[in-house]
């Protein structure tokens, strides 16, 4: 009767579920929005296609992403741009621009860049004029930290997914509860002797 409790209890016993979570992410890429579509545990969602809606909940474009998870749209109105997907078996991608971003990737916002101002340094001496970048720079930039970054937020979302402390937790729940029940089998053995 004991062994059959003892082997009801580890039949029974929750198993830690291996789910994972959707990572969308949309940002201004020049003259359009650029974006990904994946998973926590770092597998991106390729060709799949993504639909773009304005915020009355009128469709506006679609778009597919690459192999690599990430797509382009061209923006034509500067209001807020919702990006839905489908990736399948309840994953549900949604992520919105606001459209303050989109009207800048239009250039229809107000130029938030400030003017060129002197600093007075400390000593009062001279004057030092603060260094603008061009448009292109700026575009080469932002692209160049895109390019470098993907990879990292892949990595930070599948290392968020493998190693929280709920996991952490449960493994250590885990081994304190097949001690208690080596202890109390050994304990059982000592009375019965």
Known sequence: MKQLFLVMSLMLTPL?????????????????????????????????????????GTE????????DGFFLYSPTKPVAHTFKADLGAGHVADITMPAQDVAEILGVAADV?????????SGGAETVMVASLSDEERA??????RDETRPLRREIAAYREHNDLQSILGGIG?????????FYVA???????
């Open 174 to 182: 885990y081994i304190v509860g097949l001690f208690g029940i080596g």
């Open 187 to 193: 304990a059982r053995k000592k009375m019965a002797a």
């Open 140 to 145: 080469a930039i932002a692209k160049v930290v």
């Open 16 to 56: 830690p579920a291996l789910a994972h979570k959707v990572i969308a992410g949309v940002f201004p890429a020049g003259d359009a929005i650029e974006g990904e579509l994946g998973f926590s545990n770092g597998d991106m969602a390729a060709d799949q296609e993504v639909i773009v809606y304005g915020p009355d």
């Open 113 to 121: 860049a400030e003017p060129v101002t002197p600093i007075a340094p």
């Open 60 to 67: 506006l474009g679609r778009t597919v992403t690459d192999s």
